[in-house]
């Protein structure tokens, strides 16, 4: 792990890099303010990735600088091939990688001074709230889990979007994944698209308000692209399925009105976990910074962690094998 001063605001966080795979992973830490979580000398630490196509700059800051004060250490980090990361190619969702980006930071998150390494903390939003539902079955060691307007159900965010985008949109997506999957096939660069457009232009996501609401979210590194392939991959992906594996407590928090991330999908992830689970009557930009949902849904999560994570920690297995993702949706059981 190599680390240096982070050079532009928020002062409260230290910049640092640690290895997933062959890659270089950029990431911030947030030391704990104060001694509310502190036992032994130590806090816990939440480890922390943005939804589809995000970077840490882009709206992980506010929330990883709420739950510093509040006690906890926090590591954000970006994905391989986004933001500040490392590795190629660039600007392509694969749920496998990402959640191997997860355990990466994890194992490093144990290591940073201060830390507690019994209470690691996976705490997801939107895609990546999906994500800390697979890497948490596949950790033992995890203490507690936040998944925030969670896309945990590829189906049910596929048959969602038939019922509010206009099909020749839905066409043109799909058929510009299928290029962008039989050129790379062939050797040759991903066709890409935009992550966010207005109403009638060809983007992952182009409903109504969505794209100031992301654009009011962007940092520097930031890139409005992602590999179109996205239309495909997320079809086949479900990590809902793995919350009946996850063995800490779970914290659920659902925008009743998401039009991205299905809500009853979300409701029965949370069943299966056995999750303490939070409403907001908004939709699923609506828990950000800057928007009126932001406070309540932070207020939530400390108010669970520290329900969950202030005693004295009892000693963990440590990280174990989850089985494998499903593959196809005809697999997934």
């Known amino acids: 792990m190599n680390s240096t001063a982070a050079p532009t605001s928020p002062p409260a966080y230290r910049r640092l890099t640690f290895r997933s795979g062959a890659d270089e992973i950029d990431a911030w830490h947030f030391p704990a303010v ?88 996976l705490w997801g939003v939107s895609l990546s709230g999906g994500h800390v539902f697979a890497a948490a079955a596949g950790d033992s060691g995890v203490a507690a889990v936040v998944a925030l307007t ?48 207005r109403p009638g232009d060809t983007a992952a996501l182009s409903l109504a308000g969505y794209y100031d609401d992301y654009l009011a979210l962007a940092g520097p590194t930031w890139r409005n692209e992602i590999d179109a392939r996205i239309a495909l991959t997320l079809g086949s992906y479900r ?40 409403h907001y009557p908004c939709d699923h930009f609506d828990v950000w910074p800057g928007k009126d949902w932001f406070g309540p849904a932070v207020d939530h999560q400390i108010a669970f962690l520290a329900r969950h994570l202030v005693s004295t920690p009892q000693p963990r297995s440590g990280p174990g094998i989850a089985p494998p993702l499903p593959a196809t949706p005809s697999t997934a059981r």
Do not use: W
């Open 34 to 121: 104060g001694a509310a979580f502190t036992v032994d000398g130590r806090a816990p630490v939440v480890v922390m990735a943005h939804g589809l196509g995000g970077t840490k700059d882009s709206g992980l800051g506010p929330f990883a600088a709420q739950l510093s004060d509040a006690g906890l250490h926090v590591l954000a980090f970006d994905y391989r091939g986004f933001g500040a990361s490392g590795g190629n190619p660039r600007q392509t969702v694969d749920p496998h990688r990402q959640i191997a980006d997860y355990c990466a930071a994890v194992a490093d998150a144990r290591r940073l001074d201060g830390t507690d390494p019994d209470r690691v903390v």
């Open 150 to 197: 969670p896309l945990v159900d590829g189906i049910a965010a596929g048959a969602l979007a038939v019922r509010q985008y206009p099909t020749a949109s839905l066409l043109r997506s799909a058929a510009t994944g299928v290029r962008s999957r039989l050129g790379t096939l062939a050797g040759q660069p991903a066709v890409t698209i935009p992550i966010v457009g």
């Open 239 to 278: 990590p809902g399925k793995y919350a009946s594996h996850v063995s800490c407590p779970v914290l659920v928090q659902i925008a009743d009105f998401d039009r991205s991330a299905p809500p009853h999908a979300a409701a029965q992830a949370a069943f299966r976990a056995r999750a303490e689970v939070r």
